[in-house]
């Protein structure tokens, strides 16, 4: 088979990995790809949101199957773009993305069919926004409806603070159009997993669970990220509440999209928080995520071409998916100053000598090639992974191998993974 990953980030060099064990694959493309991803597959320069090129290159090279990354071309309809011109595209159609695309039309859908989410309310109007958030409890959380890159979000926990977001969202725009419209959230207190799942309709098969470190300092502390780090799997967290996640908040969800007539085939992610009352939705994201990916493939056993096609043709209920026994650990290198503005351009080195440790895989997330030299090229450059015989192992390779690693200016969290040692001593 000829495939065309499209994206190019960590999550998309982690698909391009798996994707390259498959016997099944042939030649593999990755529009636009990066430096990292460029040594497995032929990387093409055509940006992710150029559909028509997408689409002119996938006729001349006669691609067989499109596996979409990111959530910005999933919620532009890239999915039915392709569909029109009858070539096999895996990911949700526009109608189904946005699930992902507008935090509105996510909480409205959950409210309706009783699935667990923080209680809230929405806003267009400024004034009303303002004094309805005067009338209520800190911390409070306000979102942008639509995407803005992982940051639309702000968890306040001061009035103060709170009504400076929602009049940064809606009067000073700084998303844009993301903010015209704002959702006011009630706080939920208890730890994050998330749960991704291959789903096709109302059939779901999930993925192994994952834990993100969304702030980027140790300790939760300073700006949310895109994502510092992940581990799968939550040795901590009984198996119990993930089921419990899985059987009233993913299925009915899907199931909800298909009574909506929005049915989801594609990867749906479900980003949970477990609080006392059990696990109730904070987001779903119509994608796999980013660096969940690069924690939850190295465990797949199943080949992922098999897992693809079976939901394209209906049959995802019928494959058995196997995943491994072992622990996976991701560290994020991430630019100087991110998550505001970065340098680009900066030279790595020792990525070879931290590559050929044991249980070590990077996967490049913002890099690019200069003069026969990799240079950052974003706020996320690389997704250092340890894969070990358990957390602790995972974690001390991953670190291992960051180490390994340097550019001027990097700077890592220290803490990845040390939720679940730490909740494995006290229980
Ligand atoms: P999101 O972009 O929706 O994933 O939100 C970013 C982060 O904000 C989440 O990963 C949580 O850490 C936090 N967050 C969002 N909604 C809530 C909530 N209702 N209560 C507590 N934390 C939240
Ligand atoms: N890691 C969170 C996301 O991909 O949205």
């Avoid at 499209?6 to 391009?16: L, N, S, Y």
């Avoid at 291992?400 to 969290?413: L, N, P, S, T, W």
Wanted: glycine content about 10%; some cysteine.
């Amino acid at each position: 088979m000829r495939i065309l990953v499209i994206g190019g980030g960590g999550r998309e060099h982690a698909i391009v990995w798996a994707l390259k064990k498959s016997e099944k694959v042939s030649e593999l493309y990755c529009a636009p790809g990066n430096a990292g991803i460029a040594q497995l597959a032929e990387c093409v320069p055509i940006q992710v949101g150029q559909f028509e090129e997408l689409i002119q290159f996938s006729v001349d090279h006669a691609i067989d199957l499109v596996v979409v990354g990111p959530d910005d071309p999933l919620a532009d309809g890239i999915v039915d773009a392709f569909e029109a011109k009858q070539i096999p595209i895996f990911g949700p159609r526009k109608n189904a993305a946005e699930i992902e695309g507008s935090k509105i039309f996510m909480k409205d859908l959950l409210k309706k069919y009783a699935i667990p989410t923080a209680k809230y309310e929405t806003f267009t109007d400024y004034e009303a926004a303002k004094s309805y958030l005067s009338a209520q409890q800190t911390p409070i959380v306000i979102k942008a409806d639509g995407l803005a890159a992982g940051k639309g979000v702000t968890v306040a926990y001061s009035m103060e603070e709170a009504q400076q977001a929602l009049a940064d969202m809606m009067v000073n725009k700084v998303f844009g159009q993301s903010g015209d419209q704002v959702v006011i959230e009630e706080f939920l207190e208890g730890q994050e997993m998330s749960i991704l799942a291959f789903v096709d309709g109302e059939t779901v098969r999930p993925m192994v669970p994952a834990q993100d470190h969304k702030p980027v300092f140790d300790g939760d502390k300073g700006p949310n990220t895109g994502g510092m780090g992940t581990y799968t799997p939550l040795p901590h967290i009984p198996q119990a509440i993930i089921d419990d996640a899985i059987e009233n908040i993913i299925k009915p969800t899907a199931k909800a999209m298909v009574s909506e007539g929005r049915p989801f085939r594609g990867v749906l992610f479900a980003g949970l928080m477990i609080t006392k009352d059990g696990a109730k939705t904070i987001e779903f994201n119509a994608r796999m995520g980013d660096p969940e990916t690069q924690v939850v493939l190295p465990r797949l056993k199943t080949d992922l071409v098999d897992i693809i096609l079976a939901a394209l043709n209906g049959r995802l209920d019928q494959l058995d998916i196997e995943w491994s026994d072992e622990a996976a650990t991701c560290v994020i290198l991430a630019s100087e100053g991110y998550p505001a503005s970065y340098p680009k351009g900066r030279a790595i080195s020792g990525l070879e000598e931290a590559a050929a440790l044991e249980g070590v895989l990077i996967f490049h997330a913002g890099t690019a090639a200069s003069d026969g030299q990799i240079v950052t090229n974003g706020g996320r450059v690389l997704g250092v992974v340890g894969v070990g015989k358990d957390t602790e192992a995972s974690r001390e390779r991953a670190y291992e191998a960051a180490k390994k690693i340097h550019f001027d200016g990097v700077h890592y969290r220290s803490d990845i993974a040390l939720k679940a040692l730490q909740g494995l001593a006290q229980s």
